[in-house]
């Protein structure tokens, strides 16, 4: 308080003008002794205090360390003007590592070994913190930093050593929540080479992995690398086609490296770029106009320091003590405030340990980690070994200041605590990205094909005015309704392949190798999921059947001539219905012939009576009258039994006469080979490869591309091929334009389907497969999918026939053998009744006879 006082007297003596410099020199003595005396009385003397010598190792000359040691300084003056009856003191033994590993190290080894230092603030860099610790280890030295972050600097691999920050774990985390929210699925770390630039990078991709999404390159930057050396690894990163990249870099290298990156260029529309604290701790404006002119666009993640009392007043008093030594635009960042709190932490757990001189280190080692107060940073703990990891902030720089869109926590995760419209996929407010635009960088480029026919599947219509073409069909439609059901928005454009106006893709094979080619990030459309293809993409899972067969024409029906009315029934039926005419004529004339006069003719006729009314029944033109009940029940069984059949025969007549007057020209794939017939399919398509692998038709001058339906009916009907052979999909619309001309016919060879094409081991196949199956099993939104592209309607499988037209069945016995069971007890039962009755008349007709026979004789017995 001394020094403090002397340093009053001193600012106010050179304040004075020169001209009274010499007349008040008296005044000035006397008052600085007063100064001095009143001092010495509000302050007990500094006699009885124990001084602990406590080691300070920082980079002097960087802005952190300049920074950390005004913080320090600062925290050193409050803490005993607020604790001025404390009795220990430190000593703090202050000394300048000069950004160098080495000397840091033989600085905090010498100040540990000869000045017997009970602890050790700093040093600024986990590199330099690496070496410290392991000596104060060896020494058992508390080594207490407020800015080593590296997550390989671990409190539990040695007990001396103490964080007064945390570490980056927790920003590996909240990069990776913000990438997920974005749906990137790649990313390039660009770090310092550096034990703080290397010591994320394990953590970062552990937390990568669990969103899916991976780091397929990563570029080291050493920190004294000249311009030209960041500028060509940029240039390599530019030219791999990677758009998003995370730095990891200190307020040393940072401000270097973002220059350079204007430099080449890569901080334009369509880049996306993410700083970690160690350099968004250090913005607005800390590091000037042009650092934040070259960082338009950037994200940044840094802790989020709550407002209080404490912080508002040592921030007034930092800019005011700017203003006096010159240096109103000197940084206080995070770092500094975690200084600050050190000092507090440090002379407390003094205190408690050395009030007499007595105690070691091991304790003050304890009562440090123990030691617990709300400072101006925040709440500060240290119970295990390091500050708890604080709420996050997400920031956005545009123009000289930082806008913050977003916060992360490791319960809530991404969130916004402010009043905004977001969809339940945007946890962010929309930034302003790179290039003052507020589109998303990195925007799918998706391959699709062009193609003149089946535009209801993909149509791609080209404007010259613009360069992203017009994409619409069933296909493009899914892939909309998929994007809508991924869990994070995911921006796109469509490219059309060929990029040449007016010309249609001429192989879908050639397509897909342009995602290996790199020239697509997906391709999207009519693609077929095929095994030649799955070599060099990965596919989603299909949204729509697939196979493969073939379409034929029709022919009229040769088998058909003048007896074809008798195909209706079969042999058995025709034999069996004139049996059962037979029978019943007979039945009824034996019931009427004896009692009926109009079957009571000449014995010439009798047979012609009998037959013409059995044969009248099947019109329903008899005149006879019928007399014997057992003649009318047999005749109504035999009447619902003529019209039962006579229905059934003219129903297959019919169709035998209309529907199968056409038969496919072809069923056989072997029939059209073997006879060297020309094929058709479809241009562009993996058919043609089918065709000649598998099915055997070798000579391609005898496969004929097509585009359009039109095409296929032309070349079917003037026989320039024998059979047109594609996927199902296609033949199915083919066949709903042209249905009575043309059938379906033979056996069909399964395709995966159709699904979207993605580079091997794309993260995002996963993502669009089950957003695939949400969209497909959601059947009403899938049926207005489909009906919207396809209001005509395709034809059902059973339309379509993957087998050749059927003849209608020919009506059998079996059809129909119930109704000749019943009319043929009937009749039995009729006939029997009829043949009871004969033998009882000609038996009573008999004993009627033998009775009067034996009467004549008895009489002439008598007579005699």
Known sequence: MLDHCGSI??????????????????????FRCFCTLLCFFLEPSKANKAQIPIGVVLDLKTSTGSMAIRCIQMAYQDFYKHYSHYQTRLDLRIRDSKKDVVRAASTAFDLMKNEKVRAIMGPLFSEQARFVIQLGHKLRVPIVSFSATSPSLSSTRSKYFIRTTQDDCSQAQAIAAIIEAYGWRE??????????????????????????????ERSAIDPNSEESEILEQLKKLNQSGKRIFLVHMTSLVGPKFFSVVNKARMMREGYGWIVTDGLSNFLDPNLGPK?????????????????????????????????????????????????????????????????????NNDTLTDRILSTKFEGVSGYFNLSEGE?????????????????????????????????????????????????????QPVKLRIGVPVRKGFVEFVKVETRSSESTPAVSGFTITMFREVINALPFPLPYKFLAFPKKNGESTESYDELVLQIEKKEYDAVVGDIT???????????????????????VSMKQDESQNMWIFLKPLSPGLWLTTGAAFVFASIIIWLHEHRTNTEFQVSPQQQLGVMFWFAFSTLVFAHNERLVNNWSRFVLILWVFVVLIITQSYTASLASMLTM???????????????????????????????????????DETKLKPYETAEEYDRALASGEVAAIFDEIP??????????????MVGPTYKTGGFGFAFPLKSPLVSYF????????????????????????????????????????????????????????????ISLLVYLLKFVYSQAKERLSLWLLQLKARLIERIAL
């Open 291 to 359: 650092v934040m002119d070259s960082m338009q666009g950037v994200l940044g993640i840094r802790p989020k320091v709550e407002k209080s009392r404490r912080l508002t007043s040592f921030r007034n008093r930092w800019k005011a003590s700017s203003i006096k030594q010159g240096i109103a635009s000197s940084p206080l960042t995070l770092f500094g405030l975690w200084a600050y709190d050190t000092v507090w932490a440090v002379a407390m757990a003094v205190e408690s340990v050395f009030p007499n001189s007595k105690g």
């Open 187 to 216: 990313i390039v770390p660009i770090y310092e080479d550096t034990e703080y630039g290397r010591g994320l990078i394990p953590y970062l991709l552990d937390e990568l992995e669990k969103v899916n999404t991976r780091l397929p």
């Open 529 to 551: 999921i095929v095994a030649s293809r799955a070599e060099h993409v990965e596919f989603t899972l299909p949204f729509s059947e697939s196979g493969v067969s073939m379409v």
């Open 769 to 828: 497969s089950r957003a695939i199956l949400n969209v497909t099993q959601d059947e009403e939104k899938f049926k207005n999918i489909w009906g919207k592209h396809f209001s005509r309607g395709l034809i059902s499988e059973d339309e379509s026939g993957s087998s050749i037209p059927k003849t209608p069945n020919i009506l059998t016995l079996s059809s129909f053998g119930g109704l000749f069971v019943i009319t043929g007890v009937s009749s039995g």
């Open 660 to 698: 199968q007057r056409l038969q496919p020209k072809f069923i056989d794939v072997n029939e059209i080979r073997n006879n060297d017939y020309c094929v058709g399919y479809m241009k562009g398509s993996f058919v043609k490869m089918l065709l000649k692998n598998q099915l055997g038709f070798r």
């Open 730 to 743: 296609y033949l199915k619309l083919f066949l709903s334009k042209y249905r009575s001309k043309y059938a």
């Open 387 to 439: 500050l708890k990891p604080l709420e996050l902030e997400v920031f956005n720089v545009v123009g000289r200041k930082e806008r913050v869109i977003g916060h992360w926590s490791p319960q809530r995760g991404l969130f916004h605590d402010k009043e905004y419209s977001l969809s339940r996929r945007e946890k962010l407010m929309p930034p302003i990205w790179p290039g003052d635009t507020i589109y």
């Open 9 to 30: 007297s001193y600012e106010i003596r050179m304040s004075m003008s020169s001209e009274m410099k010499t007349k008040s020199f008296n005044l000035c003595l006397w």
